[in-house]
Nanobody, 125 residues
Framework: QVQLVESGGGLVQAGGSLEVSCAAT????????MGWFLKFPGKEREFVAA????????EYGDSVKGRFAISRDNAKNTLYLQMNGLRPEDTAVYYC??????????????????WGQGTQVTVSS
């Protein structure tokens, strides 16, 4: 079992920055692939970013590449998503997720085993 709790969402102006965090408890955090997804109302979750258990590899969705950065602190059992150059179309609920597999198929939400409750990010124009 893995419990995930996101924090740090909020309202920001277009062009601004925001960092969201995800605190994990349960299984050893340093062994788990972690990811971020977003969800628009009425749509499936979309891949944002994922990071290997040791931070040695990361992948990004096309819409956030070059603007967002995923990182993790295994000593603090915490995952981060630094969001820069935010746009109104980034407005969504952001979820962190844990994938017990070894960094395979990380772009599919179906690959993930545990999810946080989500945190709202709203970007005003």
């Amino acid at each position: 079992q893995v419990q995930l709790v996101e924090s740090g969402g909020g309202l920001v102006q277009a062009g601004g920055s925001l960092e969201v965090s995800c605190a994990a408890t349960g299984r050893p955090f340093s062994t788990i692939t972690m990811g971020w997804f977003l969800k628009f109302p009425g749509k499936e979750r979309e891949f944002v970013a994922a990071i290997r258990w040791n931070g040695g590899a990361a992948e990004y969705g096309d819409s956030v590449k070059g603007r967002f950065a995923i990182s993790r602190d295994n000593a603090k059992n915490t995952l981060y998503l630094q969001m820069n150059g935010l746009r109104p179309e980034d407005t969504a609920v952001y979820y962190c997720a844990a994938d017990l597999a070894q960094f395979t198929n990380v772009r599919s939400w179906r690959a993930y085993d545990y999810w946080g409750q989500g945190t709202q990010v709203t970007v005003s124009s």
